[in-house]
């Protein structure tokens, strides 16, 4: 139901969009977010949005560098790149949940996973 997408092989310091794109049923009413997994790390917390974007969520290491956005409307949800770093190399995982809380941040208590689409970024 979640299908994340735009990933792939850049340099240090490009960019790189992500999006994520709902089907089977509208995630208008759900907080949308990110989560990724490095190879020989557990999954972290990236990003999330708001139903009605009214708030966004960013961890530390991306903060400054990577923005979420959404179109409820089209039932997508989007990650913006900049600057990448080799650290930021992983899996991305987009994600659903009714509501956002602490919760988020160990990746706990998700509604809806999607696959991931991989990212990779060379020094």
């Known amino acids: 139901q979640l299908q994340a997408c735009g990933g792939g092989l850049v340099q240090a310091g490009d960019s790189l969009r992500l999006s994520c794109a709902a089907s089977g049923r509208t995630f208008s009413n759900y907080v949308m977010g990110w989560f990724r997994q490095a190879p020989g790390k557990e999954r972290e917390f990236v990003a999330a949005?708001?139903?009605?974007?009214?708030?966004?969520y960013y961890a530390d290491s991306v903060k400054g560098r990577f923005t979420i956005s959404r179109d409820s409307a089209k039932n997508t949800v989007w990650l913006q790149m900049n600057s990448l770093k080799p650290e930021d190399t992983a899996v991305y995982y987009c994600a659903a949940d009714g509501v956002f809380s602490s919760s988020w941040y160990g990746g706990m208590g998700i509604d809806y996973w999607g696959k991931g689409t991989l990212v990779t970024v060379s020094s």
């Open positions: 949005i708001t139903r009605r974007s009214s708030r966004t």
